[in-house]
């Protein structure tokens, strides 16, 4: 899976979750050629940065606005997604968008 110039997904990290523990889940890591790392409980500063993008979501995206419905908001994720990575301005980036982060890793930043 190769989404906006990104290489296969190598590993996945998550906590210990039901979810993130059966059969299916370690199915289809194997399948991706994936490993799984598991966050140490009681550990946030291992996923800090996804529980602070998961409050933006909620504050800015889910609630941000009232929505007419659950569709509509629905598809406007990937819009916010978009929004998000390349345009809002971010405090661990010195107010910059994620996106330029990347072009300067790369030798791309103009």
């Known amino acids: 899976m190769h989404e906006q110039g990104c290489g296969p997904i190598e590993a996945v990290m998550s906590d210990n979750a039901k979810c993130y523990t059966g059969h299916l889940f370690a199915q289809t890591l194997r399948e ?17 940065k996804l529980e ?19 569709t509509t908001r629905d598809r406007a994720l990937q819009s916010f997604i978009r929004y998000y990575n390349r345009y809002r301005p971010h405090s ?19």
């Open 32 to 48: 991706l050629g994936a490993r799984h790392i598991r966050i140490p409980p009681y550990a946030p500063r291992w996923n800090g």
């Open 52 to 70: 602070r993008f998961f409050g933006t979501l909620e504050d800015e995206w889910a609630h941000g606005r009232e929505w007419p419905n659950s």
């Open 92 to 110: 661990a980036a010195n107010g910059r968008a994620p996106l330029t982060r990347v072009q300067q890793v790369r030798g791309q930043d103009s």
